[in-house]
């Protein structure tokens, strides 16, 4: 069993920069894709940015040149460094996993394709 515990959420004002992080523990797959999910009620969660093992990294078109995805293979954590926030990007902010191939993790874009999801943590961005 793998679990995902996220942290660093809370409120900020337009422009301003918020760094998630995301602690894995338990037994870690040697290949494991990661992601962040982002959802605000009433709407499907969406994925923002998943990365491989090696660091490769995918983001969703509306944070690209804002947000950067990365992972410490060491520590079992994953960040999200997020910049020049916006209104719009307030949510609940979810770090997801699933072992895959690099190939999977690649293409891997919807919320079905995750198996391991943490409890989220809020982002509030004000103008």
């Known amino acids: 069993q793998v679990q995902l515990v996220e942290s660093g959420g809370g409120s900020v004002q337009a422009g301003g920069s918020l760094r998630l992080s995301c602690a894995a523990s338990?037994?870690?797959?040697?290949?494991?894709?990661m992601a962040w999910f982002r959802q605000t009620p009433g709407k499907e969660r969406e994925r923002v940015a998943n990365?491989?093992?090696?660091?490769?990294?995918r983001y969703t078109d509306s944070v690209k040149g804002r947000f950067t995805i990365s992972r410490d293979n060491a520590k079992n954590t994953l960040y999200l460094e997020m910049n020049s926030l916006k209104p719009e990007d307030t949510a609940m902010y979810y770090c997801?996993?699933?072992?895959?191939?690099?190939?999977?993790?690649?293409?891997?874009?919807?919320?079905?394709?995750?198996?391991?999801w943490g409890q989220g943590t809020q982002v509030t961005v004000s103008s």
């Open positions: 997801a996993a699933v072992p895959s191939t690099p190939e999977y993790c690649y293409n891997a874009y919807s919320q079905g394709q995750y198996r391991y």
């Open positions: 338990g037994y870690i797959p040697r290949l494991f894709c």
């Open positions: 990365i491989l093992n090696d660091g490769s990294a």
